[in-house]
Nanobody
Framework: QVQLVESGGGSVQAGGSLRLSCAASGRTLSTYNMGWFRQAPGRRREFVAAITWSGGRTFYADYVKGRFTISRDNANNAVYLQMNDLNPEDTAIYSC?????????????????????WGQGTLVTVSS
């Protein structure tokens, strides 16, 4: 079992920044690809960013590219999402997820159904 706990959410004004953290316990994350997803009220959960198990490759949704940065610290069993230049459309519950069976080709999954463990999420609210 892997327990994931997100933190760092909050309320900011447009143009502001937040840094989300995802702390893991139960297993080391060092062999898992990790992803961040978000879900706004009335909308489906959508992909935000992902990082390969080694941290060597990162992937972003077009709507956050250039503004968000995903990173990981395997020594501390944590994953982060730095969010800059936030806008009201970024308002959502953000959740981290672990893919326990990553492909060996260095790719990641964009579908939430491919991830095995999820945190409870942290709310990000951006006001205009």
């Amino acid at each position: 079992q892997v327990q994931l706990v997100e933190s760092g959410g909050g309320s900011v004004q447009a143009g502001g920044s937040l840094r989300l953290s995802c702390a893991a316990s139960g297993r080391t994350l060092s062999t898992y690809n990790m992803g961040w997803f978000r879900q706004a009220p009335g909308r489906r959960r959508e992909f935000v960013a992902a990082i390969t198990w080694s941290g060597g490759r990162t992937f972003y949704a077009d709507y956050v590219k250039g503004r968000f940065t995903i990173s990981r610290d395997n020594a501390n069993n944590a994953v982060y999402l730095q969010m800059n230049d936030l806008n009201p459309e970024d308002t959502a519950i953000y959740s981290c997820a672990a893919d326990l069976n990553p492909d060996s080709d260095g790719s990641v999954y964009y579908s939430p159904y491919e991830y095995d463990y999820w945190g409870q999420g942290t709310l990000v609210t951006v006001s205009s």
